[in-house]
């Protein structure tokens, strides 16, 4: 055995496990995993190595403003159907959070003057839509309708783990038409879909954006099933803001874990899942701590997992053969902004999407995304204040080698142009900045311990939809990974799905 993969190996007697589940991380996907686990009895511990849970969904403050990390635009609130996730991971652990409705989801800035917002109402929405594209009226109605029939195949059945076959068949006699739908769109792509209703190039460039501003690649490589999560769930649940900032849900779920007798541990970096006769069994902390329990769960990114606290040796092939098909995406430059009141003109919407170039698209520093919290929920910012939270993609490539004054002269130049080109939208952006923090894919990769910074996996090319992605279970016995490093992939509400997922698929396992 080599020096290294010894240095994973326990020199621990074999002992009873102290926890029945150990998660690492609490993103949102780990604490749904936690929680539904915990929920059903098992004793859980979650180890997060920074200082308060949420991750990406997680916050911080500074000079009276509470500025979100990442996540911003909350899907799976809803009150009715079985897609609301958030709503339901909260409620298995008796808790809920009151929420706010945005009326738009986004207002989109695009190339050759191309201004519209996507309302909350279905028939508005596909009415401004329209009124662009009088030619393509039909295949619009037809191209989102279509997204509507993905939708409610799923909106029908209960979401549990897709690797636990009593349940498929469960499903599957409750709800043959819907599985078959399903089944039916697992393989495809948005981009196909929309092409068979769609021609005009502009038109089809814009449903490129409506993938790319969540999935962050065009719609030929957006898994329909997840275009149809998103575009239909938007006008059905539709976008709630957690009242006192998108903290809260991390914070709630961590206050139910606890109440249901688990335990979460910050300042706990994971270094190492300890490996006894392939399988995974403990876990080691920076501080030389160890932790034993009867199954290991990842929330850090399959990079990370299986190249960090694993012992290269242990790369299941199934793993490279994953990261031959997907890759990392970029990360973001991120501005976190406090504005006088006056920037913000009345009857401003809370989202914006701002491209000048339609070939800049994918590009670093291409799309300019905005969010304005303090619009639904001003107690988040001082009176006459309001957070513009605005990011864009950038690669870590761009931030490396670089000395702290460099870096810090680096910072401010980008925030210069990013801040330029929003004046488009909010003239006086200039004049009326109150306070202003700039981080980078560096930042990203240092508080969130996401390698890279990165937002999540990508596909390289066009792949059969999310047929490749990977579920909980991996191929070393005893480690599960949860997160947008699994089936469904980015965002919250879908890792969310990978969280009851993964606590399924555990709490069968251990005979829950
Ligand atoms: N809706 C939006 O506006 C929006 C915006 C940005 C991001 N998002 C999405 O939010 C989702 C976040 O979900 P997630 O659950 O996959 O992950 P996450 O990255 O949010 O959480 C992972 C957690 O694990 C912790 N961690 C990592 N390595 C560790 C280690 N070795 N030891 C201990 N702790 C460790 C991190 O500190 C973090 O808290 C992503 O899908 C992202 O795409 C949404
Ligand atoms: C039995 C038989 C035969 C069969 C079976 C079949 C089946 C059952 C199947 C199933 C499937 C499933 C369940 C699936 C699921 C899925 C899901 C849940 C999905 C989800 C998704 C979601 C999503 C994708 C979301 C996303 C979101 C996002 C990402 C967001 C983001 C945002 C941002 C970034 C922001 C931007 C903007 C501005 C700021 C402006």
Known sequence: MSAVSSAFQSNEPVNASEYDVIVIGSGIGGLVTATQLASKGAKVLVLERYLIPGGSAGYFEREGYRFDVGASMIFGFGTNGTTNLLTRALKAVNMSLETIPDSVQIHYHLPNGLELKVHRDYEKFLQELTSHFPHEQQGIRRFYDECWKVFNCLNA?????????????????QHPFACLGLVKYLPQNAGDIARRYISDPQLLKFIDMECYCWSVVPADRTPMINAGMVFSDRHYGGINYPKGGVGQIAGKLVEGLVKAGSEIQYGARVTQIILEDGTAVGVKLANGKQYRAKRIVSNATRWDTFEKLLPSEAMPASEKRW????????????????VNSEVLPSGTDCHHILLEDWEKMEDEEGTIFVSIPT??????????????????????????????????????????????????IFPGLTAGLDYQEVGTPRTHRRFLGRDDGTYGPIPRGKLAGLLGMPFNRTAIPGLYCVGDSTFPGQGLNAVAFSGFACGHRIAVDLGL
Do not use: C, N
């Open 157 to 173: 059945m209960e979401l549990l783990s897709l690797e636990e076959p009593r349940y498929l068949m469960r499903v599957f006699f």
């Open 323 to 338: 990261q031959k098909r997907y890759q990392k995406s970029p990360s973001f430059l991120s501005l976190h902004l406090g």
């Open 375 to 424: 619009l639904l929920d001003p107690d988040l910012a001082p009176p006459e204040h309001h957070i513009i939270h605005t990011f864009t993609p950038s690669w870590m490539e761009q931030w490396q080698g670089l000395s702290p004054k460099e870096y810090q002269h680096k910072k401010e130049e980008a925030a210069e142009r990013i801040i330029k080109r929003l004046e488009k």
